[in-house]
């Protein structure tokens, strides 16, 4: 069974660094790009960027490109979304993907909430 | 990159009715469109790929079609589960743009 668990909730300040974690199982992890989606309190989908597991090649967003770094560990099927400075407008559900070449993606991580406030 | 306009915003309808809502790419896609429903607190849940591939599971009142730049979602008869936000997404292009949603709300 494909599996993305996504580490749990988190409140931070501004300016601090933050780094959550996507963990897949059930599928060759090098097989699938991982991407990652925000969705700020009351509002739509927004796509952030992907990153190809293999080569760890990332591509981003223009509006979230020199604020955030995706990465991935293969050796421990892990993907990560990582600020290191956050603001209060970080302040989001983000979710990670399975970014299947075919049919989009199909299976989806549970959320992880960020709430950032002094 | 690639910028993906949804219409309507928020759609009012009745269980029965037939419901379709429209997604607009800023340049050719070909069919690599996706539709997702998502209900609050939940991820979202793809109902169909390619513009028109149903997903295993997914009722068949749902259905999508077109390709290039223009595609709808038809929903032909709204049941009580189908009060959710939908997107349509790009999946062209190394990237991955959501529309910005559909509400489709209780008349």
């Known amino acids: 069974e494909v599996q993305l668990v996504q580490s749990g909730a988190e409140v931070k300040k501004p300016g601090e660094s933050l780094r959550i974690s996507c963990k897949v199982s059930?599928?060759?992890?090098?097989?699938?790009?991982i991407s990652w989606v925000r969705q700020m309190p009351g509002k739509g989908l927004e796509w952030m960027g992907l990153?190809?597991?293999?080569?760890?090649?990332?591509k981003y967003s223009p509006s979230f490109q020199g604020h955030i770094t995706i990465s991935t560990a293969k050796s421990s099927n892990t993907a990560y979304l990582q600020w290191s400075s956050l603001e209060a407008s970080d302040t989001a559900m983000y979710f990670c993907?399975?970014?299947?070449?075919?049919?989009?993606?199909?299976?989806w991580g549970q959320g992880t909430l960020v709430t950032v406030s002094s | 990159d690639i910028q993906m306009t949804q219409s309507p915003s928020t759609l009012s309808a009745s269980v029965g009715d037939r419901v379709i809502i429209t997604c607009r790419a800023s340049?050719?896609?070909?069919?690599?469109l996706a539709w997702y429903q998502q209900k609050p607190g939940k991820a979202p849940k793809l109902l169909i790929s390619?513009?028109?591939i149903l997903e295993s599971g997914v009722p068949s009142r749902f259905s999508g079609s077109g390709s290039g730049t223009d595609f709808t979602l038809t929903i032909s008869s709204l049941q009580p589960d189908d009060f959710a936000t939908y997107y349509c997404?790009?999946?062209?292009?190394?990237?991955?743009?959501f529309g910005q949603g559909t509400k489709v709300e209780i008349k």
């Open positions: 993907a399975r970014h299947n070449l075919i049919s989009g993606y199909d299976y």
């Open positions: 059930g599928y060759n992890f090098a097989n699938y790009w």
């Open positions: 990153m190809d597991p293999t080569d760890s090649n990332a």
């Open positions: 340049q050719s896609i070909s069919s690599w």
């Open positions: 390619k513009a028109f």
């Open positions: 997404q790009q999946y062209d292009a190394y990237s991955g743009t």
